[in-house]
């Protein structure tokens, strides 16, 4: 079954730096958009940032501006997420996920892979 396998999350204080990364565990082939997006408990699903299949188009939430970067790794399903100065409020699950649309895509919809997900908590 296809899935894809997030990693890197952890506990940080307010401003700190995390990097997460996203590879394919199998059964996912082609080029695809990659995203990022996080749900933080008793809210609903919301994008973070959107890669296109060849690395030419990136797009961030507002909120993430300036301070995160999504970047692509290795092969074709492997996304980054560079997070720096990091602030309470983006403590959050952060899901990984594959999109076989041409360019960056912001909806959960649009998605067709997902992870399980890594647990993102920072202090203040």
């Known amino acids: 079954q296809a899935q894809l396998v997030e990693s890197g999350g952890g506990l940080v204080q307010a401003g700190d730096s995390l990097r997460l990364s996203c590879r394919s565990s199998?059964?996912?082939?082609?080029?695809?958009?990659m995203g990022w997006f996080r749900q933080a408990p008793g809210q609903e699903r919301e994008f973070v940032a959107a890669i296109s299949w060849n690395g030419a188009e990136t797009y961030y939430e507002d909120t993430v501006k300036g301070r995160f970067t999504i970047s692509r790794q290795g092969a074709s399903i492997g996304v980054a997420l560079e997070m720096n100065n990091l602030r309470p409020e983006d403590t959050a699950v952060y899901y990984c996920?594959?999109?076989?649309?041409?360019?960056?895509?912001?909806?959960?919809?649009?998605?067709?892979?997902w992870g399980q997900g890594t647990q993102v908590t920072v202090s203040s």
């Open positions: 199998g059964g996912i082939y082609g080029a695809y958009t």
């Open positions: 996920a594959a999109s076989n649309s041409i360019g960056v895509v912001t909806t959960t919809p649009r998605y067709e892979f």
